[in-house]
T-cell receptor, first 114, second 115 residues
Framework: EPEVTQTPSHQVTQMGQEVILRCVPI?????FYWYRQILGQKVEFLVS????????KSEIFDDQFSVERPDGSNFTLKIRSTKLEDSAMYFC????????????FGDGTRLSIL | AQSVTQLDSQVPVFEEAPVELRCNYS??????LFWYVQYPNQGLQLLLK??????LVKGINGFEAEFNKSQTSFHLRKPSVHISDTAEYFC?????????????FGKGTKLTVNP
């Protein structure tokens, strides 16, 4: 069964540095998403991406964050000038076009900011 | 805005016992409902979904859930659990209309199945 893959599985970064989290969505999916889960808290929506542009973003997704689909397969989340509170598990997901199609999640990247 | 409440943060049960994980949602618009499971060190895997039609939906691994519109609930059930069902379970909703694709999750329920 096709799956969403995320790399790396664990990223340790110094505060203030930039980090790029990578995702390969399922090949025939057209919607892409990033969510994050701070330890002990809910899984929170960050951003959705369709047709090469952001379709929706949460209030968490400020100027520190950006997303990109640099080629036909990868979908990346860039976090500039990382802060301690950015430490979390980041999940990528993808889905077919309609909202009634389930989102398929990757295994996540655990981001630790020191 | 939508919100999801999972009333139990932890549910311990013995193997072969029945289990119910509770989920209530709040929304001013109609929603689709989902249950996801997260095994240790893995991502979120879809268990089942309710879109329309029969209010009782069956999912993978013997789980089922019942949509109750009047009580705005979508409780997850399994008649007999296995050790391998130990995981965290998340209830989630998404708007059916309005162009929003974001899933809104509950805080999760940790199910621990003991021998």
């Amino acid at each position: 069964e096709p799956e969403v893959t995320q790399t790396p599985s664990h990223q340790v970064t110094q505060m203030g540095q930039e980090v790029i989290l990578r995702c390969v969505p399922i090949s025939n999916h057209l919607y892409f998403y990033w969510y994050r889960q701070i330890l002990g808290q809910k899984v929170e929506f960050l951003v959705s991406f369709y047709n090469n542009e952001i379709s929706e973003k949460s209030e968490i997704f400020d100027d520190q964050f950006s997303v990109e689909r640099p080629d036909g397969s990868n979908f990346t989340l860039k976090i500039r000038s990382t802060k301690l509170e950015d430490s979390a598990m980041y999940f990528c997901a993808s889905s077919e076009v309609d909202s009634n199609q389930p989102q398929h999640f990757g295994d996540g990247t655990r981001l630790s900011i020191l | 805005a939508q919100s999801v409440t999972q009333l139990d943060s932890q549910v311990p049960v013995f193997e072969e016992a029945p289990v119910e994980l509770r989920c209530n949602y709040s929304s001013s618009v109609s929603v689709y409902l989902f249950w996801y499971v997260q095994y240790p060190n893995q991502g979120l895997q879809l268990l089942l979904k309710y879109l329309s039609g029969s209010t009782l939906v069956k999912g993978i691994n013997g789980f089922e859930a019942e949509f109750n519109k009047s009580q705005t609930s979508f409780h997850l059930r399994k008649p007999s659990v296995h050790i391998s069902d130990t995981a965290e379970y998340f209830c989630a909703v998404i708007r059916t209309q309005g162009g929003s694709e974001k899933l809104v999750f509950g805080k999760g329920t940790k199910l621990t199945v003991n021998p």
